[in-house]
């Protein structure tokens, strides 16, 4: 068990430190900014940490909300019925990880991706809170749990539980198109060290979030039952259908800037 928490602590750590340093390297080099080797190394990591709390826990509210690991809940404990612990972990850990690399991808490419077809990011932050909102709604609903969790469910029951800890449960069920929207959002606006070190503890912390929710899938799903987890995603479901609006709202005024 210490020799798993330990390689679960060198992935967060390598994939954090990736990400920042490659942040701030594509960033400087397309956009002429400081050397981080003349500012040194300590300088430099002291700058990263020191940014805003409130923004960090207002860019955390917004990501977890519309990713919301406990969605995940019940298709996890389909998946892995029966299964040993090693195997639980492991799917676990599969899953929390390539939500990680999503994240990641989305903040090292994603400006790159607007600038390639020529969007601006008035129209991203539109197009971004309609699909939030259509997230926020059916979590209302609770489509993800009363319609398509029960077919696909049984079906992965049937699969193999390490390919479907990637697809579909954390490919689009949590590292969907809006985690991938409010990621690429912030990366824009991402200037200093301290907005990127932002980005990077909060992609840390939704991984370390994932994978402990994961791993407590069982007695998360028994605590709360089936009208728990409804009541909870339907809650949810109303705070991501909240920052939708706010996206959409931004986005406007940025794109009609004489009209709102």
Do not use: K
Request: proline share 3%; with cysteine; net charge neutral.
């Amino acid at each position: 068990m210490n020799t798993h928490m330990g390689r679960l602590g060198a992935y967060a750590t390598a994939c954090a430190a990736l990400l920042f340093f490659s942040v701030i390297y594509v960033s400087n080099d397309l956009g002429g900014g400081t050397n981080i080797v003349r500012i040194g190394v300590p300088s430099l990591i002291q700058q990263v940490f020191d940014f805003d709390r409130d923004d960090f826990w207002t860019f955390f509210a917004a990501l977890f909300a519309i990713m919301n690991p406990l969605v995940a809940l019940p298709l996890f404990v389909r998946v892995t019925r029966g299964s040993e612990s090693a195997v639980r972990r492991r799917v676990a850990l599969i899953c929390s990880v390539a939500v990680l690399l999503t994240l990641i991808a989305a903040a090292l490419f994603g400006q790159q991706l607007l600038g390639f077809f020529a969007i601006s990011i008035g129209s991203f932050r539109i197009a971004g809170g309609v699909i939030v909102l259509l997230m926020g709604l059916a979590m209302m609903r609770s489509e993800s749990d009363s319609t398509e969790g029960s077919d696909s469910g049984e079906e992965a029951t049937r699969g193999d539980a390490h390919s479907h800890a990637i697809c579909p449960m954390a490919i689009p069920l949590l590292a969907g198109p809006g985690a991938i929207a409010i990621i690429i959002l912030q990366s824009q606006t991402a200037v200093t060290p301290a907005d990127f070190g932002l980005i990077t503890c909060v992609i840390a912390s939704i991984f370390a979030l994932t994978y402990l929710t994961l791993r407590l899938a069982g007695p998360i799903a028994r605590f709360l039952g089936s009208t728990g987890l409804m009541v909870t995603t339907r809650l949810i479901g109303m705070i991501v259908a909240a920052i939708a609006l706010d996206m959409m709202v931004i986005g406007l005024r940025l794109s009609f800037p004489g009209a709102l």
